[in-house]
């Protein structure tokens, strides 16, 4: 199981930080993803993390350089710091598990999801 949370709604320019707590089957995980889905569009890729090593990658330099992905693994946590948030990533924010590694920014690679978690950026 997947539990995001941390969405809401912050002005242009601030910050929020997302967490995504995992348990129970989701724990033969080797890496954790962010993806978005904004209103009208279809889900994409934000970041990744690998559990061992915490070898990150992120989608493009949309994101690069204001997102942060980080793990606790003794919390089995993952967090997305959010920086410099712009309305464009006004989204639903989903973390995902994956048991195996190959393309970790591809939506199949992908075992459980987390309900999501909305995140609101005015201008």
């Known amino acids: 199981q997947l539990q995001a949370s941390g969405g809401g709604l912050v002005q242009a320019g601030g910050s929020l930080r997302l967490s995504c707590a995992a348990s129970g089957r989701t724990f033969s995980s080797y890496a954790m993803g962010w993806f978005r889905q904004a209103p009208g569009k279809e889900r994409e890729f934000v970041t990744r993390?690998?559990?061992?090593?915490?070898?990150?990658?992120y989608a493009d330099s949309a994101v690069k350089g204001r997102f942060t992905i980080s793990r606790d693994n003794a919390k089995n946590t993952v967090y997305l710091q959010m920086n410099s948030l712009k309305p464009d990533d006004t989204a639903v924010y989903y973390c995902a598990s994956s048991s195996r590694g190959g393309r970790l920014e591809l939506e199949g690679t992908y075992d459980y999801w987390g309900q999501g978690t909305l995140v609101t950026v005015s201008s």
């Open positions: 993390i690998t559990w061992r090593g915490g070898v990150t990658d």
